[in-house]
């Protein structure tokens, strides 16, 4: 359910994007695709996180146990400010090629925007 809801979402940030002209710029799409890489790879450490729990234990010579934060915490919050910085990239393409959009606003660049965390 939540891929079909990504692809979804995904589609309309193209159909935007067309819009404005700026659907087949060489910066938006290889950036929109690293996004998108991104947001699958954040899916999936939260699925690991929320199967197994934020903290893990290892396991030593001896027996000896250590409790520690799941790996995927630590990556998660790195993915997770690339992610940002990709939109932020993303913003600023669109804000630079754009076609001047006679309502105003740009629908890409306010899409954005409201879907940021």
Known sequence: MMAKDLTQ?????????EKHGVE???FFITTF?????????LNDLEKAIKDDGTMVTKEYVKNRKNLYTHPAVS???????G???TVQTLM?????MREEDSGG?????EYFRTRRK
Do not use: P, S
Not at 33 to 41: C, H, L, T
Not at 92 to 96: G, H, M, S, V
């Open 92 to 96: 600023k393409i669109i804000a630079t």
């Open 75 to 81: 990556e998660y919050n790195k993915t997770a400010g």
């Open 9 to 17: 979402q995904a589609k309309e940030i193209l159909n935007i994007a």
């Open 33 to 41: 695709k690293r996004y998108q890489v991104q947001i699958n790879i």
């Open 83 to 85: 992610a940002n910085q």
């Open 105 to 109: 606003e740009n629908a890409l660049l």
């Open 24 to 26: 087949q710029n060489f």
